[in-house]
């Protein structure tokens, strides 16, 4: 009855004009992964529509393996406290943030895998995944069993837990019984040094304790193989590399620098802070 009306009928349709070049642009953007849609509103929009956006992410994929083929490609995530509250706390993620994260991934067509499957398809005795996301734990807190570690499990999910040896069962610091029990439902145990100290600021004989010691601790508390490093801040240099290599089958940094190349003992992993709500803003992390 109103479209009869010639004005309300020329609104209408210029409404839907309009609508349709927008809708079509939009898809357009998506299309050619436009950065006018990685933030704000129209993220929101393009991800209520077309799921997570990795398009950044399978590019520097791809590009990583053209720079370092030896190395298999993985998108490695670093995590430290995982807990409800300090949401001020720039290095913490909630609980419930993370199981997002986990969602995203999935929804976006990620294989979640660990040290041991990394180490088997660099050995390769097993098939690697199309897209892998390794998520891993810096520091051993306590909050990492009390949160972290159900969340995973939940979620069905392993993650690699990178413990400073001296500070297990100290204040705010996971437990033999809990690394145990992690342990024995799934997830890794990798090394974080002896002390969590810089390794680039010290002496080779510190660099080699540190490294060592480390890994015999953990191998005599928890009764298997620590074959994962992951560098205290992410500094290393060639001492500690090749220190690192007398000891560990991979080591890992902590920061993503897309155009370096990777080897084993320097694999990049994005640092996941309490601003990455979603898994798209991770990547722009470095």
Not at 1 to 22: Q, S, W
Not at 34 to 53: A, D, K, Q, T
Not at 173 to 200: C, D, Y
């Amino acid at each position: 009855m109103y479209l009869k009306n010639p004005k309300v009928k020329t609104v209408f349709i210029g409404f839907v004009c309009f609508f349709a070049i927008c809708a079509g642009l939009f898809a357009y953007a998506h299309h050619i992964g436009s950065p006018v849609l990685e933030s704000g509103r129209l993220e929101w929009i393009s991800r209520v529509i077309y799921g997570p956006n990795v398009r950044r992410e399978i590019a520097r994929l791809k590009h990583a393996k053209e720079l370092s083929p030896e190395v298999f490609p993985i998108t490695a995530l670093c995590y430290h406290e995982v807990r409800p509250d300090r949401a001020d706390d720039f290095l913490n993620v909630s609980p419930e943030i993370l199981r997002r994260h986990i969602r995203e991934f999935r929804e976006a067509g990620f294989t979640f895998i660990d040290v041991d499957d990394l180490r088997q398809y660099e050995a390769g005795t097993a098939q690697p995944p199309e897209k892998a996301v390794l998520l891993s734990f810096d520091d051993g807190y306590a909050d990492n069993y009390k949160y972290a570690y159900p969340v995973l499990r939940e979620e069905k999910v392993t993650g690699t837990f990178f413990v400073v040896s001296s500070m297990v069962g100290k204040d705010n610091r996971m437990t033999e019984g809990q690394l145990k029990e992690m342990q024995a439902n799934g997830m890794k145990i990798g090394s974080h040094t002896v002390n969590h100290e810089v390794l680039t600021k010290k002496s080779a004989e510190q660099i080699d304790y540190e490294l060592r010691v480390s890994r015999e601790q953990l191998e005599t508390m928890l009764g298997k193989p620590v074959y994962a490093l992951a560098y205290p801040t992410g500094c290393v240099n060639s001492t500690v590399q090749s220190i690192a290599e007398k000891y560990y089958d991979m080591a890992f940094i902590a920061s993503v620098i897309p155009d370096t190349k990777q080897i084993r003992y320097t694999l990049q992993r994005y640092g996941v802070f309490n601003w990455n709500e979603h898994i798209e803003s991770i990547f722009r992390n470095r």
